[in-house]
């Protein structure tokens, strides 16, 4: 869904991001940039939560129901 908006942006930042991610306007680099600050902070909470849960591998938990 789309939503009309209006945004203060340095223009030199935008020329730039649209020049490096090879983008030709300004909707798409916006949309691009949101995306990548929501893909890296799921990134930044996957790592956080990383090596919390039951404490074993996969490997000694399949081993664990063979033994059961």
Do not use: H, P
Not at 28 to 45: F, M, P, Y
């Amino acid at each position: 869904m789309a939503m009309r908006t209006t945004l203060d942006i340095d223009g030199r930042l935008l020329r730039q991001a649209m020049s490096r991610a090879q983008l030709r306007t300004k909707t798409e680099t916006v949309e691009r940039g949101l995306e990548e600050l929501i893909n890296a902070a799921r990134r930044r909470s996957l790592s956080l939560a990383r090596g919390k849960g039951y404490g074993m591998t996969l490997r000694s938990f399949l081993r664990s129901r063979k033994d059961e």
